[in-house]
């Protein structure tokens, strides 16, 4: 079992393109350095359509830091370097809204077949 660390910017900022630029070239690297950080994969929202009644979020990006288990994760946290990223959170362009950091045991429940074999699904 993996753990996952989500960072969701659930914010309003005047340059979202220079936020997000930002982040990619500065905060990113920073992340990286984190000891036992396995994976960081960075969402961002897509204009699409569901035909069914539900509520869209408005997160502006979500940040998705994997570690192999909660120790690890637990352990990244306590590091100068963790110190070091939130340091650089006080850099970041004012906005307004909320960041919310969320721990989650990652637990995969279906896999497409194609995905462990070749695009036919063998």
């Known amino acids: 079992m993996s753990v996952c660390y ?6 309003d900022v ?9 982040y990619r070239e500065v905060h990113v690297p920073l ?12 969402h961002t929202p897509l204009a699409w359509r569901d035909p069914f009644p539900v509520n869209p979020g408005k997160a502006v990006l979500m940040a998705q830091l994997e570690f192999e288990s909660q120790a690890a994760l637990d352990d990244a946290l306590a590091t100068r370097e963790r110190a ?3 340091e650089d959170f ?16 990652q637990d995969e ?3 497409a077949p194609w995905l462990d074999g070749n695009e036919e699904g063998a």
């Open 31 to 42: 992340v990286a350095t984190w000891p036992g950080l396995r994976r960081m994969v960075l």
């Open 14 to 22: 005047a340059d979202l393109a220079a936020f997000m630029r930002r």
């Open 109 to 111: 429940v279906y896999r």
């Open 84 to 86: 070091v990223a939130r």
């Open 90 to 105: 006080q850099q970041f362009a004012r906005f307004e809204g909320k960041v919310i950091h969320q721990a989650m045991a």
């Open 6 to 11: 989500f960072v969701r910017y659930d914010v």
